[in-house]
T-cell receptor, first 111, second 118 residues
Framework: GEDVEQSLFLSVREGDSSVINCTYT??????LYWYKQEPGAGLQLLTYIFSNMDMKQDQRLTVLLNKKDKHLSLRIADTQTGDSAIYFCAEGRGGYNKLIFGAGTRLAVHP | DSGVTQTPKHLITATGQRVTLRCSPRSGDLSVYWYQQSLDQGLQFLIQ???????AKGNILERFSAQQFPDLHSELNLSSLELGDSALYFC?????????????????FGPGTRLLVL
């Protein structure tokens, strides 16, 4: 089973906010990441958060981290059709930060 | 464009064969990571090299091996291929900055090599 868990699918209306949730297991993880994968493409780094932070905002993206519950979320404001993709949560584990990925959340944006 | 390049983009081969996948990291990055993405296993870490030396190992089969050369490019060798090895293989690179004892290793991914074993 996955050590990092995400819901598999999210559907939102264009212009609404999307919230993608993730839970992880290793409390010693120093960095947590969000990657985006469009069909047939590689993984694009969206943002990351250091474990001593609660929140990080980057334009339309807001990352919230609840370290006590080992819960990470990614909020996309004003979701657009170009945001349709699979979003992966990953925790950096071990001294050299190997990434452990969730199964990915497929975001579908409809008009 | 992440700055990480991978060749070839696609590879079709037969069971029992051996292939080599190549990765060039971003300029200045010392670390190279290999990941496998398959439908049943998802994205899995295989192996990491730092400045030519193996640093961490994940779920890499004994039939697979990798190396990082003095110019920092890396190759992943897959041998005795099986149908189940069909997957997308990603390379990622990072600068590997040490900050107060913590390694900041933000990884940038290449476009991947899609391997199909028939």
């Amino acid at each position: 089973g996955e050590d990092v868990e995400q819901s598999l699918f999210l559907s939102v209306r264009e212009g609404d906010s999307s919230v993608i949730n993730c839970t992880y297991t290793d409390s010693s993880s120093t960095y947590l990441y969000w990657y985006k994968q469009e069909p047939g493409a590689g993984l694009q780094l969206l943002t990351y958060i250091f474990s001593n932070m609660d929140m990080k905002q980057d334009q339309r993206l807001t990352v919230l981290l609840n370290k006590k519950d080992k819960h990470l979320s990614l909020r996309i404001a004003d979701t657009q059709t170009g945001d349709s993709a699979i979003y992966f949560c990953a925790e950096g584990r071990g001294g050299y930060n190997k990434l452990i990925f969730g199964a990915g959340t497929r975001l579908a944006v409809h008009p | 464009d992440s700055g990480v390049t991978q060749t070839p983009k696609h590879l079709i081969t037969a069971t029992g064969q051996r292939v080599t996948l190549r990765c060039s990291p971003r300029s200045g990055d010392l670390s190279v990571y290999w990941y496998q993405q398959s439908l049943d296993q998802g994205l899995q870490f295989l192996i990491q090299y730092y400045n030519g030396e193996e640093r961490a190992k994940g779920n890499i089969l004994e039939r697979f091996s990798a190396q990082q050369f003095p110019d920092l490019h890396s190759e992943l060798n897959l041998s005795s291929l099986e149908l189940g090895d069909s997957a997308l293989y990603f390379c990622a690179s990072s600068e590997s900055k040490g900050l107060a004892g913590v390694w900041e290793e933000t990884q940038y991914f290449g476009p991947g090599t899609r391997l199909l074993v028939l």
